[in-house]
């Protein structure tokens, strides 16, 4: 079973209009989770990582929430632009040392003109 | 700055051939990883290397192999590609472990087993 869930799988918005992704996660004992955006046919690009005791972290215009007691977080896009097209990907580690990250499969994210 | 680096970008193998595929980080990092990425499901870990001189499995090594050639370059070979190593595969680098430490990806490698 995925330790990381990501909804919604995919969603299509008007260009200047604000959006949310949302990751659950089952990955114990918590250490840290990260957003990163994927550009098509690019590789991953870190958007921000948020510890145990961080409830929220920006970068620019993208806005991660983190709730460990819930195991949620979201990533909340304002005013997109075009170039916010991508896959958004939710990464969960664990505190086992053993370099092994959860990823999700992703959301991906279309703005339109 | 160039980051992380991959070559080639794009291979069609027929069954059974080998390759290897080559990674180079600038960035100077203990750590370098090898992933794979299919449609519908998130980057699995392949192989990867704490520090120059180590390596290890992760979830998914079957059919493949790895060499840390020195602290910049890691590389991931198909002795006898299968159809079932179709998958975009993605190099990554990071300063100490991937449990703390962001990582940087490469541009990857588009690989089809025919």
């Known amino acids: 079973k995925n330790q990381v869930e990501q909804s919604p799988q995919s969603l299509i918005i008007l260009e200047g209009k604000n959006c949310t992704l949302q990751?659950?996660?089952?990955?114990?004992?918590?250490?840290?989770l990260r957003w990163y955006k994927q550009d098509t046919g690019r590789g991953p690009v870190s958007l921000t990582i948020?510890?145990?005791?961080?409830n929220t972290k920006s970068n620019g215009r993208y806005t991660a929430t983190l709730d460990a007691d819930t195991k949620q977080s979201s990533l909340h896009i304002t005013a997109s632009q075009l170039s916010d097209s991508a896959s958004y990907i939710c990464?969960?580690?664990?505190?086992?040392?053993?370099?092994?990250?959860?990823f999700g499969k992703g959301n991906q994210v279309v703005v339109i003109p | 700055n160039a980051g992380v680096t991959q070559t080639p970008k794009f291979q069609v193998l027929k069954t059974g051939q080998s390759m290897t595929l080559q990674c180079a980080q600038d960035?100077?990092?203990?750590?370098m990883y090898w992933y794979r990425q299919d449609p519908g499901m998130g980057l699995r870990l392949i192989y990867y290397?704490?520090?120059?001189?180590?390596?290890d499995k992760g979830e998914v090594p079957n059919g493949y192999n790895v060499s840390r050639l020195n602290k910049r370059e890691f590389s991931l070979r198909l002795e006898s590609a299968a159809p079932s190593q179709t998958s975009v595969y993605f190099c990554?680098?990071?300063?100490?472990?991937?449990?703390?430490?962001?990582?940087?990806f490469g541009s990857g490698t588009q690989l089809s087993v025919l």
């Open positions: 990554a680098s990071s300063e100490g472990g991937a449990t703390n430490e962001k990582l940087f």
């Open positions: 990751c659950n996660y089952t990955v114990s004992p918590f250490s840290n």
């Open positions: 948020m510890t145990f005791s961080e």
């Open positions: 990464v969960v580690s664990a505190k086992r040392g053993n370099n092994r990250l959860a």
């Open positions: 960035m100077n990092h203990n750590s």
């Open positions: 290397s704490a520090s120059e001189g180590t390596t």
